[in-house]
Structure formats: C-alpha cells, structure tokens
C-alpha cells in the first residue's frame, strides 16, 4: 500500500506532459484523460485514507534515500482526509470547467493551457499534502503557485493581469520568506525532515524556536489569507473564471491552513504563539465578515466570508486541544466544498444573467429555481445552520473554546456565534437581492452579451477576447442587450473573451454544482463517522509518535 503514496502527485504530472506533447489536438481524448486521472486520483485518495485509518501512517522514501537526504512521502489520516476532499473537489470543478469550455466554444486554449495548468495544480496540492519535509513541502507550493499564476491570468485580459500581478507580487514574497525559514531551521537542526524535526527542535533555543514558529506562521498565513495577511486575496480571485476562482478559493487558502496544521502540532507543540494566533483567528472572523456585509458583489461577497471562515480553523489550531483540532479538521473539509459551491454558483448566475452585482440582479428564485436551490443549500451550511455539517464544525471548535475557559477561548467562542449570525444575515441579503425580490428594471439576461474581462472605460468595443465569434457573440458595447454597470467584478469565458448569456445554463456546469451540493449534503449524513474519523485524526497528530515511526521506522 506504501507504493500507492506518490501516485497522487506523479499521476497528474505524467497525463500533463502526455498533453503538453500533444498539444490541442484530440480535443475529446484529452477531455477524457483529464477526467480519468482525476478520477483515479480520487480512487487512490480514498485508499490512502482508508489504509491509514486502519494501518496508521503510510510513508515511502523515493528513491530508497533515508531521511534527511530523501524525498519522504507521509499519507495519515489528515493527509488522507485532505486528498480524498480535494480530489472530489477538483474533479467536479474541471467536470464545470469543461461545460463552461464548450459553451465558450474554447476549442483549443483550455485543452492546450488550462488542461495542463489545472493538472499541476492538482499534483502540486497533493505534493503538499504528502510532503515529509520543508523541502518537499515548499516545492508543492511552488508547482501549485506556478499552475495558479497561468490559470488566474489566462486570457491575458487587463483585469487579470492586474489581479495575477498582487498574488505573483505576495506569493513570491513569501515563497522567499519560506526559503529563509527553511535555510535556518536546517541551520539550527541539521534536518528539514519532519519527523527529525519533531525531536531536534524540542532541543534548540526557545527564541530560535519561537523564531522558526513566527516565520513558518508568517508564510502559511499568507497563503490561508489570515487577517491581517490577506488584503490580497478579494481583489485577485474575483476576476478569475469561475473554475478558477471555485478552487482557488475552496482548496489554496486550506493549503495554508492545513501547513499550519501540520507544523504547529508535529514540530512546535505546546506553542509559545498560541495567544498571537487567537487574536489573529478572532480578527479573520470579524474583519472578514464585515467586510462581506459591506459588499454588493456576490464574487467579492464571497472572497470576505472566505477570509472570515479562516478564521474558524484558526481558532481550532490556536486552542491545540484534542476537541479543538478534530473541530479544524471538519471545519477545512466541509468549508472546502462549501466555499467551492458557492464560487460554481456565482459563476452560473454570471453565466446566466451577465454580471454578479447584487444591485443588477433579481428574481431568480421564480425565473431559475434550480440555480436558487444550488445556493441555498450551501449558503445556510456556510451559515451553520443545524444539523449541516458546518455547524457540527462549529459547534465542536465552540465547545472546545468552552471547556478551555480561557480569556481568549471565550472572546473566541463569542466571536464565533457573532461571525455566524452575520454569516447567515450576509446570506440572507444576497438570497433577497438576487433571488427573491423581483428584478429590477432591464435586468433580463437572455441575449446580454458580456463585457471582456479586460476590456476598461474608453476600451473600443471589440479590443479583446472576442476569438472570431462575431456573429454570435456581438462585442460588449455593441448596443446587443444591457451593458455590464460599472464596477461589476466580470469573468467572462475561460479566455475573457465576450460570451452570450443564456437562460438555459450548460448541463455539465449544473451537473458538477449539483454534485457539490450533495457531497456538502454527505457530510451532514456522515457527520457521525466524519466525527469519529477527524477525533481520531486529532489524537493521531497530537500524540506525534506514529508519524514519526512510520517515517524513521522505529
């Protein structure tokens, strides 16, 4: 079973230079490899975890190189939980991304570049998961940063490009920050082997240690968007495509939470920082979600609840109790799906009406019921609205703050009910506006054609992304339909090109919504297991010792 470890991360790698070699030719072939290899990566995830579950941790040392000199791969149960969601995840995102692609009629771009770019996005989230050291760990990062800046600025349109610009601009500074905490914890312990680490580390310096936890915090919460560290992330996922923005925002920010995750309870326990990250979670929830009350569009919306629900997971990591740390663990699995949901349903509503402005749209509950319910489910599970699993996540993370007792457990567990109730009144606002108030004046969407992502005030229409689709899709600005208003955060087609709204929304793109409402819905029926799975998880991480026998074989 051991052998099964890699093939998460070598199986996407492989198929994306199958498909780089041949290029956009084969179109329906290479639509059907890139299903199947998320598919088997699925399968694979579901067998780790499950062999981890029974057996304990799996690792296998590439190469036969023991640690500190070889590539260590570790799958327990954390890791397996995480594969198994994420995989599940990204295929029904590229199961949307493909309605969308055809729809678009985006014959050879997203075979030739969003195709490969979004397989090693998926090998570089696995690698992540799996890694068994700094090295490896901060690789994944990199093959999944690099996928991330193709497919956030594809299209090459104004928007995007400005948008890819800050996260390129963040991302490499704290990929620079991370070689520099890697270069002294080997410095400090002659290792940057996980398993090593657990042991070498107990043995430095407190303020060298307390050093390593402040900079390896530092970068993971840049990548998790915690606040104050995430003032990037609502200007740069919004303008993305809406595939693009789904898994962004559902899987790269829980890479951030889940290293801090891994490295707070397996190299740093009993953390000196752990006041810091209290107030850090506490300040996620708040801003966040005022942020989302002050917004009007349902992407940028979206983007604050994200930041706000970090927060959450925070919280459990912060407080380091076994109740707390199974709590985060639900909480990643189901804000993952939910978070991705809610993104594919904004991207149906851009599809079908033209624009994500809450003050443009209306109705949508009698003229598109199927699409009201495809946001309702996930919006009331983000809220924690019993029993969906998103309460069983928060009801865990309060009680744990409860039997803490701590003054800052309880400011969390108070601050935690407030972000709820203003989670489910942001909810409630965009369920009124968009879905259940009558629709203002002009704002039918059949035959509205949308603005280019790039395309800015005083652009002639035209400029940008049209791709020769004259005669059915007019440039935006051609007096076809209602203009997009100002201010708008538009998408577009995977390309940025202008795209005809459509009452009838593509099947794939409804098929792959659906599914993530009812894998959202699956945790809520599983909620029981999941419990009994993410406790065991928990008391697996805190205990630290099995990991470090699987790897170090002792």
Request: with cysteine; hydrophobic share 50%.
């Amino acid at each position: 079973m051991n052998a099964l470890v890699p093939l998460p991360v070598l199986l996407p790698l492989c198929v994306t230079g199958l498909k780089l070699a041949i290029g956009p030719r084969l179109q329906r072939f290479q639509r059907f490899i890139s299903l199947a290899v998320l598919g088997a990566v699925l399968v694979l995830s579901v067998l780790l975890m499950i062999a981890a579950d029974r057996h304990g941790p799996l690792s296998v040392h590439l190469g036969d190189f023991a640690p500190p000199i070889g590539i260590t791969l570790v799958a327990d149960r954390l890791a397996g939980l995480m594969l198994t969601v994420s995989s599940a995840v990204t295929l029904l995102v590229h199961v949307y991304s493909l309605g969308q692609g055809m729809a678009d009629r985006d014959d050879q771009t997203p075979v030739g570049v969003f195709h490969p770019a979004y397989l090693i996005l998926v090998a570089g989230v696995s690698c992540t998961f799996l890694a068994g050291d700094l090295v490896n760990l901060y690789v994944g990062f990199e093959i999944m940063l690099v996928a991330s800046f193709v497919l956030l600025t594809i299209g090459g349109t104004a928007t995007r490009i400005r948008a890819g610009s800050t996260y390129v601009i963040i991302s490499l500074f704290s990929s620079v920050l991370f070689l520099v905490a890697i270069a002294m914890t080997y410095a400090f312990a002659g290792t940057v082997n996980f398993a090593q680490l657990a042991g070498r580390l107990q043995e430095a310096p407190d303020g060298a240690r307390t050093l390593l936890e402040a900079m390896l915090l530092t970068v993971f919460a840049i990548k998790a968007a915690v606040f104050p560290l995430a003032a990037w992330l609502p200007d740069s996922y919004p303008t993305a495509p809406a595939p693009v923005t789904a898994v962004f925002a559902g899987l790269l920010t829980k890479v951030g939470v889940y290293s801090m995750l891994r490295t707070q309870t397996l190299l740093f326990p009993g953390h000196r920082l752990g006041d810091l990250l209290m107030l850090a979670a506490l300040a996620s929830m708040v801003v966040g979600i005022l942020g989302a009350v002050a917004q009007t569009d349902l992407k940028r919306v979206l983007s604050f609840t994200l930041i706000s629900h970090i927060g959450y997971m925070v919280f459990g990591i912060a407080l380091a109790g076994r109740g707390s740390i199974s709590g985060a663990i639900v909480y990643v699995a189901h804000h993952i799906t939910v978070q991705t949901t809610l993104f594919l349903v904004a991207g149906l509503v851009e599809r079908r009406d033209g624009t994500t402005e809450l003050t443009r749209l209306g109705g949508l509950a009698k003229s598109a019921p199927l699409v009201a319910v495809l946001f309702f489910v996930p919006a009331m599970n983000l809220a924690g609205i019993p029993p969906l699993s998103g309460f069983i996540g928060k009801v865990g993370l309060m009680r744990a703050g409860i039997d803490n007792g701590g003054g800052w457990a309880w400011a969390l567990v108070a601050g935690s009910a407030a972000t709820s109730l203003l989670t489910l009144y942001v909810m409630a606002k965009v369920w009124n506006l968009a879905f259940w108030r009558d629709a203002p004046p002009g704002a039918e969407g059949e035959g509205v054609v949308l603005e280019s992502a790039g395309d800015e005030p005083g652009d002639e229409p035209g400029d940008e992304g049209d791709d020769g689709d004259d005669e059915e899709a007019p440039a935006a600005g051609s007096g076809s339909g209602r203009p997009v208003p100002a201010g708008a955060v538009v998408s577009a087609g995977l390309l940025g090109q202008s795209i005809t709204t459509t009452k009838r929304l593509p099947w794939p793109m409804l098929l792959a919504t659906g599914a993530a409402v009812a894998l959202g819905l699956l945790y809520t029926v599983l909620g029981g297991p999941l419990t009994t799975f993410t406790e065991a998880a928990a008391a697996e991480l805190l205990a630290r010792t099995p990991y470090i026998e699987a790897v170090l074989g002792r």
